[in-house]
């Protein structure tokens, strides 16, 4: 089954830095996707994006995160991170992972990971 799975979330300071995982399996690879993705939900929020990389290596962030947050992409691996640093109270989420990829039969599908809690706080 295709699986997108974060870690890498959990409770920090402000000021602080913490890097999330992406781990794709079961059919997706991330280097063949068209994007991969960090979205980040708030409660009484909708989710929004963060940052994300293209087929070619291109990356885009959200203006709120510029300059603090890194993603990047590891083929080998077949996962994709996010580096977050000099977090503050507002980028407490949860944040998802997400795949503008493939399914087995090579038709473009969209997949979501399950999310993992980041919580900013003193």
């Known amino acids: 089954q295709v699986q997108l799975v974060e870690s890498g979330g959990g409770l920090v300071q402000p000021g602080g830095s913490l890097r999330l995982s992406c781990a794709a399996s079961g059919g997706i690879f991330v280097f063949s996707c068209n994007v991969m993705a960090w979205y980040r939900q708030a409660p009484g929020k909708q989710r929004e994006l963060v940052a994300d990389i293209r087929f070619g290596g291109g990356t885009k962030y959200a203006e709120f995160v510029k300059g603090r947050f890194i993603m990047s992409r590891d083929d080998a691996e077949n996962a994709v991170y996010l580096q977050m640093n000099r977090l503050t109270p507002e980028d407490t989420a949860v944040y998802y992972c997400?795949?503008?990829?493939?399914?087995?039969?090579?038709?473009?599908?969209?997949?979501w990971g399950q999310g993992t809690q980041v919580t900013v706080s003193s």
């Open positions: 997400y795949s503008d990829c493939y399914d087995p039969l090579g038709y473009r599908t969209d997949y």
